[in-house]
Nanobody, 124 residues
Framework: QVQLVESGGGLVQAGGSLRLSCAAS????????MGWFRQAPGKEREFVAD????????NYADSVKGRFTISRYNAKNTVYLQMNSLKPEDTAVYCC?????????????????WGQGTQVTVSS
């Protein structure tokens, strides 16, 4: 069982940056693939990025590639999402999620554990 708690969301102007954190409970954090998803009002939840257990393999949605960076620090049971050059269309609730297996799976249905999410709002 893993419990996930996100933090770091907020209101930022277009072009600005935010860093989201996701703190996980449990001693098996390093075994999980960790992902970030987002959901904007009236839209489906969408994959943003994921990272394998060691941090050596990452994947990104085309819409955030080159602007967002996912990383993890297993000693602190934490995964991060650094978001730069933010755009109004990045506005959404951002959730982290955990699953076993290999990275690169973009379906939210493949993830076993979810956080409550943190709101990111980008003003134009």
């Amino acid at each position: 069982q893993v419990q996930l708690v996100e933090s770091g969301g907020g209101l930022v102007q277009a072009g600005g940056s935010l860093r989201l954190s996701c703190a996980a409970s449990g001693r098996t954090f390093s075994r999980y693939v960790m992902g970030w998803f987002r959901q904007a009002p009236g839209k489906e939840r969408e994959f943003v990025a994921d990272i394998n257990w060691s941090g050596g393999t990452t994947n990104y949605a085309d819409s955030v590639k080159g602007r967002f960076t996912i990383s993890r620090y297993n000693a602190k049971n934490t995964v991060y999402l650094q978001m730069n050059s933010l755009k109004p269309e990045d506005t959404a609730v951002y959730c982290c999620a955990a699953r076993f297996g290999s990275p690169g799976v973009t379906s939210s249905h493949s993830y076993d554990y979810w956080g409550q999410g943190t709101q990111v709002t980008v003003s134009s």
